[in-house]
């Protein structure tokens, strides 16, 4: 009776642990994998498996990164006012070209 007792018991918190387990969030690594794998789309073969290396070792790009780049454009050195914010505001929501 003691074994099946312990033998329950033991089932039980195994099933608890694997089912903790399940909840858990994606890492980041696993989030970026699956980012780069939807951004890959049809590419097949050695075009993908390139495609995923340059993906998978990209460093995100900071605010401060675009910010720079955005103030770099020429067009954003010739517009003024009203015309310079809205360019900015695209300039800075656009998502890098990967």
């Given at each position: 009776?003691?074994?099946?007792?312990s033998l329950?018991?033991?089932?039980?918190?195994l099933s608890l642990g694997?089912?903790?387990a399940q909840d858990k969030a994606p890492t980041?690594?696993?989030s970026k994998m699956a980012t780069c794998n939807k951004d890959a789309g049809d590419k097949k073969g050695d075009e993908r498996?390139?495609?995923m290396k340059?993906?998978?070792?990209a460093k995100p790009v900071t605010q401060q990164d675009k910010m720079k780049s955005c103030n770099a454009d020429p067009k954003a050195k010739a517009l003024k006012?009203?015309?310079r914010k809205a360019f900015m505001k695209e300039c800075l929501s656009a998502k890098?070209?990967?």
């Open positions: 009776m003691k074994k099946l007792l329950f018991a033991v089932a039980t918190c694997v089912a903790h980041a690594q696993q498996k390139a495609f340059t993906c998978l070792s006012g009203d015309e890098p070209a990967a």
